[in-house]
């Protein structure tokens, strides 16, 4: 697979993680949306040395959804499709508190191999959950408070995406140092998981959404075959501030770990 090749990988793996905890400690987990917008804001204040250590997630999701707003515009749907599907990964990624972490996968509390455990492993047949994640993800897109926090910039949806998932660190970690890989703390992770992937669905269901309104889309029941696009180097320069929102209304009712460092 080309994003994960060894030529691209130095470049592509900070791209699957954020560390939010390496900025904020958990009483400051409120604040996560300050963190500075424009990468070359947050270079200046931090190093591009720790941003990259400590992942870039949330510009890699604007410069996807920019080279997709960009290709829809100029007519060629396939490849806007190809750039908006891969921007999907990325803010899966955000929903799983492991990648919004520097204790990524227990090294740091003694736990080694939680990340596996808890998005892989714990899982087993991802068929089976389906019905519930989606239930789940429908009662988040009736939520009032949720739907609130995708009134403001993508990067706002992102990082508030990433303050939800950092919030449930701990409890990933103290239930596998409590009751371990046993059946009843494999039960309490396999909730806690499904939850994630709830909020990860609700959040794209969203971002997806607010592309539509941005780029003008109608309904079209034609289908699109498209492929993975060739991989595309991190290049956040062209991101600015943006504007807070498109509408003045608030929205109504097997593979390798990506955190490998």
Same mark, same amino acid.
């Given at each position: 697979?080309?994003?994960k090749?060894?030529?691209?990988?130095?470049?592509?793996?900070?791209?699957?993680?954020?560390?939010?905890?390496?900025?904020?400690?958990?009483n400051?987990?409120?604040?996560?949306?300050?963190?500075?917008?424009?990468?070359?804001?947050?270079?200046?204040?931090?190093?591009?040395?720790?941003?990259?250590?400590?992942?870039?997630?949330?510009?890699?999701?604007?410069?996807?959804y920019?080279?997709a707003?960009?290709?829809?515009?100029?007519?060629?749907?396939?490849?806007?499709?190809?750039?908006?599907?891969?921007?999907?990964?990325?803010?899966?990624?955000?929903?799983?508190?492991?990648h919004?972490?520097?204790n990524?996968?227990?090294?740091?509390?003694g736990?080694?191999?939680?990340?596996?455990?808890?998005?892989?492993?714990?899982?087993?047949?991802?068929?089976?959950?389906?019905?519930? #994640?989606?239930?789940?993800?429908?009662? *988040? +897109?009736?939520?009032? $408070?949720? /739907?609130a926090q995708?009134?403001?910039?993508?990067m %706002?949806?992102?990082l508030l995406?990433?303050?939800?998932?950092?919030?449930l660190?701990?409890?990933?970690?103290?239930?596998?140092?409590?009751?371990g890989?046993?059946?009843?703390?494999?039960?309490?992770?396999?909730?806690?998981?499904?939850?994630?992937?709830?909020?990860?669905?609700?959040?794209?269901?969203?971002?997806l959404?607010?592309?539509?309104?941005?780029?003008?889309?109608?309904e079209?029941?034609?289908p699109?075959?498209?492929?993975?696009?060739?991989? #595309?180097?991190?290049?956040?320069?062209? *991101? +600015?501030?943006?504007? $807070?929102? /498109?509408?003045s209304?608030?929205?109504s009712?097997? %593979?390798?770990?990506d955190c490998?460092q």
């Open positions: 697979r080309v994003w090749a060894a030529a691209t990988k130095p470049q592509e793996a900070p791209m699957h993680w954020f560390q939010a905890d390496a900025y904020y400690k958990p400051e987990y409120n604040q996560i949306n300050l963190f500075p917008h424009v990468y070359s804001d947050a270079v200046t204040k931090y190093t591009e040395t720790t941003i990259i250590k400590n992942g870039t997630a949330p510009w890699r999701i604007r410069q996807m920019d080279l707003l960009q290709a829809f515009k100029a007519h060629d749907m396939k490849m806007g499709l190809e750039y908006i599907g891969t921007m999907t990964h990325y803010i899966g990624d955000l929903s799983q508190p492991l919004v972490s520097e990524y996968d227990g090294v740091m509390t736990d080694k191999g939680i990340h596996a455990f808890f998005e892989t492993t714990n899982i087993g047949d991802e068929l089976a959950i389906r019905a519930d #994640v989606l239930k789940r993800t429908q009662i *988040l +897109l009736k939520d009032s $408070n949720f /739907l995708f009134n403001g910039s993508l %706002d949806m992102i995406e990433i303050s939800r998932s950092v919030a660190r701990d409890a990933v970690i103290n239930n596998d140092l409590q009751l890989r046993t059946s009843k703390g494999a039960a309490i992770q396999l909730e806690l998981a499904k939850d994630r992937m709830a909020d990860g669905a609700a959040t794209l269901s969203m971002v959404n607010r592309f539509r309104k941005e780029v003008g889309l109608v079209n029941a034609s699109i075959a498209i492929q993975d696009p060739s991989w #595309v180097a991190p290049d956040y320069s062209h *991101l +600015l501030v943006q504007k $807070n929102s /498109l509408h209304s608030a929205y009712a097997d %593979d390798e770990d490998s």
